[in-house]
């Protein structure tokens, strides 16, 4: 059984480009969740993907985007990046429920 | 707004000793409650959960303690170990939009020393 697993592990962009997080799902799982976790606080929901549909969304703006594919892969997408866009980025993996999730270590992002 | 609050931003615990970790949160709706712990570089990794129509889980060492009536749970560590050393996060879970997610607290860093 494997885990989550997100690519990559560390990136850094500039002011206004866009980046691409990817997430492979545990296996079996058919519901992945995306969270922010900025420096010294709790991870803040993003959004949820069932059956590669959006199926939840927290307080972010629409240049927050994501994909779910048919194997239940997962991508972020954020276009416009902005410097309070650095975080952590955690992809969750779990059953649809309230069950809890699997998560990945995470994708750092740096803004410049 | 923060709904699910973890007052305490660190805690130090002998070894062997209890430690306790606590949360509280304002929204009523609130129908599930997962404890994460989280290592430096790592992802959270589930720790133990707690129906809402429950007040007491345990699993090994660790205890979760819900007190609905005042919006509190807690985590009980037995006997703290210094492998307990990270951070742990409260989070619960509500149904919104025909969706359950979860909010987390800010997070208590545990230190158990040797």
């Known amino acids: 059984e494997t885990g989550v697993t997100q690519s990559p592990t560390h990136l850094i962009k500039t002011r206004g480009q866009q980046v691409t997080l990817r997430c492979s799902s545990q296996?079996?799982?058919?519901?992945v969740s995306w969270y922010q976790q900025a420096l010294g606080q709790g991870p803040q929901f993003i959004f949820q993907?069932?059956?590669?549909?959006?199926?939840g969304r927290g307080n972010f703006p629409p240049r927050f985007s994501g994909l779910q594919f048919p194997n239940y892969s997962s991508e972020l997408n954020v276009n416009a990046l902005e410097l309070d866009d650095s975080a952590l980025y955690l992809c969750?993996?779990?059953?649809?429920?309230?069950?809890?999730?699997?998560f990945g270590s995470g994708t750092r992002l740096t803004v410049v | 707004d923060q709904q699910v609050k973890q007052n305490s931003p660190s805690l130090s615990v002998q070894e062997g000793r209890i430690s306790i970790l606590n949360c509280d949160y304002t929204?009523?709706?609130?129908?599930?409650f997962l404890w994460y712990k989280k290592y430096p570089a790592e992802g959270p990794t589930f720790l133990i959960s707690?129906?809402?129509?429950?007040d007491k889980n345990e699993d090994g060492r660790f205890t979760v303690f819900l007190n609905k009536s005042a919006k509190h749970l807690s985590l009980h560590i037995v006997p703290s170990q210094p492998g307990d050393s990270a951070v742990y996060f409260c989070?619960?879970?509500?149904?919104?939009?025909?969706?359950?997610?979860?909010?987390f607290g800010t997070g208590t860093r545990l230190k158990v020393l040797a």
């Open positions: 969750a993996s779990s059953f649809r429920g309230p069950y809890g999730y699997t």
């Open positions: 296996s079996g799982h058919n519901t």
């Open positions: 993907y069932y059956r590669e549909e959006e199926n």
């Open positions: 929204n009523s709706m609130f129908d599930y």
């Open positions: 707690i129906s809402s129509i429950k």
């Open positions: 989070a619960a879970s509500v149904l919104s939009g025909g969706t359950y997610k979860y909010i």
